[in-house]
């Protein structure tokens, strides 16, 4: 807030709250965003101001996504897809047969993968995106 402020642009609370949210607070992520709107803004952020930025964001590292996406296997990106929808059981059948996941090898060698290259990560309850805004681009993809 404080770098808006000394170029003589001000940025609200809950424009502030929206990027940290988009960006799961990821500070990387959240200094990037919030440049983008920096950019944008003339004098006071808006929340459209947030999305356009966002949007600006993503293109700028669509490349590197779709670099991302072309070497994952068909199954790899199904997995990625019941992730994105929270699905926590990935070798239940249901999510197995929903997402065309394959076998519970497959799926065991993929989440490996995955979890390898730092696209996912998991928790005792859940498995997560590493990269928020991969996330916020995987889902405009896909669903």
Not at 23 to 32: E, G, L, T
Not at 33 to 61: F, G, I, P, Q
Not at 105 to 124: F, H
Request: glycine share 4%; proline share 2%; hydrophobic share 40%.
């Amino acid at each position: 807030c404080n770098n808006f402020i000394e170029s003589g642009k001000l940025i609200g609370i809950e424009e502030a709250g929206m990027i940290t949210d988009l960006m799961q607070c990821h500070s990387w992520y959240v200094q990037q965003l919030s440049h983008y709107t920096w950019n944008l803004v003339k004098k006071k952020a808006t929340a459209s101001d947030v999305k356009s930025a966002l949007e600006e964001l993503l293109n700028a590292n669509m490349p590197l996504y779709q670099k991302e996406m072309e070497i994952l296997s068909i199954t790899q990106i199904n997995l990625l897809k019941a992730v994105a929808k929270g699905e926590r059981q990935l070798t239940s059948a249901r999510v197995m047969n929903e997402y065309r996941l394959g076998t519970p090898r497959n799926v065991s060698k993929n989440k490996t993968i995955l979890l390898n290259k730092d696209i996912i990560g998991d928790t005792a309850a859940s498995y997560y995106f590493m990269d928020p805004a991969f996330e916020i681009w995987f889902r405009k993809q896909f669903f």
